[in-house]
């Protein structure tokens, strides 16, 4: 594999993740201190990635950089603890709304943490 392909590859998982985190291309391109024009060229494969930017990406992503590099992208195993399992017993009979209802909360908690971060 050369480092076009391995840039491209890369910059499609780092895509595909901020894509399903549901997390704006403006805001992580402030996070990363890049402009947002760079980012979407290293989402395209056009440009690669400092150690920095890629440390910085695991910790807004929450995945290993070893996640990011990899070919396929995996979850990160989860250890559930007492209140993982408090979680789960809350939500497991929640109707179909409260559930998206839930998730937008934990999406506005993620972002507040990342907006922490960032700052």
Known sequence: ???????????????????????????????????????GMIERGERGLTLCNLIKLSDVFSVSVDNILSRERKMPSLEMNNQHVK????????????????V????????????RMGK
């Open 87 to 102: 979680i789960l017993g809350y939500v497991s009979n929640l109707t179909e709304d409260e559930l998206n209802f839930v």
């Open 1 to 39: 594999m050369n480092t076009a392909d391995l840039r491209k590859q890369t910059g499609q998982r780092i895509k595909k993740i901020r894509s399903d985190l549901d997390i704006p291309r403006d805001y992580l391109a402030e996070l990363l201190d890049i402009s947002v024009g760079a980012l």
């Open 104 to 115: 937008d909360i934990m999406k506005s908690l993620h972002v507040l943490k990342l907006s």
